[in-house]
């Protein structure tokens, strides 16, 4: 399988405070990754420095064969990402909100997508309301849909269910993979959910102050520490 994101001893300091301190990882075509660890272990400033918003303080990202320095506006029309802290503007209908982003994307026939992505994830009801006038899970549920509008072959989630009830979190856990496996795109996908994780990661990466102290399948961790299952785990490596 190609590789779609390389990472080399990625690393990114805070006056003093390193936050991320040389991970590197690998994303293949087709790969769920879990990003795992407690709190304050790094996770979202990875991923906001795959998106080209923080800048890295050492280190190399690849991303479908080419540096994000050198290409970040070519690589970053195949890349999305959602998540419950990046807010869409609150004074937007959810229809105007998803055209917005259509035209910045540069999505054609924009109409068809918008109304394929409102009955995907379930959001027609609310196509002229307000954004800001929606619940938390309804507003979760728009980011996500408009994650797809440039149908990403990868795609970065952070704890993109953390606002869900159950049977929404399975119905939208289950249409971002299927989606996702259509276009044979990747997903690192941060979760403190450990059941989520095990349901859709082919392998974890797990962060501790900045550092991966562990990565691969969630079996192989899992005989290799003697724990019955991920939230065991997890709590084991968090200490």
Not at 33 to 51: C, D, E, F, S, Y
Request: aromatic share 8%; hydrophobic share 45%.
């Amino acid at each position: 399988m190609a590789l779609v994101l390389k990472v080399e001893n990625l690393t990114k300091r805070y006056k003093g405070i390193t936050a991320v301190d040389h991970i590197s990882f690998e994303l293949a075509e087709g790969e769920i990754v879990g990003l795992l660890g407690p709190n304050g272990a790094g996770k979202t400033t990875t991923i906001q420095m795959l998106l080209s918003l923080v800048e890295p303080t050492e280190g190399h990202i690849e991303i479908f064969g080419e540096g994000l320095s050198t290409s970040r506006e070519k690589i970053l029309e195949k890349v999305n990402f959602a998540a419950p802290y990046a807010a869409l503007p609150y004074n937007l209908t959810v229809y105007e909100n998803l055209m917005v982003f259509c035209l910045l994307y540069g999505v054609r026939e924009r109409r068809e997508k918008i109304e394929t992505l409102l009955r995907e994830f379930r959001l027609a009801e609310f196509r002229n309301q307000r954004t800001g006038a929606l619940s938390s899970g309804e507003q979760t549920r728009i980011g996500l849909a408009k994650a797809f509008l440039n149908d990403p072959k990868l795609l970065l989630l952070d704890e993109p269910t953390a606002s869900l009830d159950p049977a929404i979190a399975q119905h939208l856990r289950t249409l971002v993979c299927q989606k996702m496996k259509a276009v044979h795109g990747a997903i690192l996908w941060t979760s403190h959910n450990m059941r989520e994780m095990e349901m859709v990661c082919d392998r974890i990466i797990f962060l501790s102050l900045g550092k991966i102290i562990a990565g691969d399948t969630i079996k192989n961790l899992q005989d290799r520490y003697k724990k019955r299952d991920l939230e065991e785990l997890f709590i084991f490596l968090a200490q």
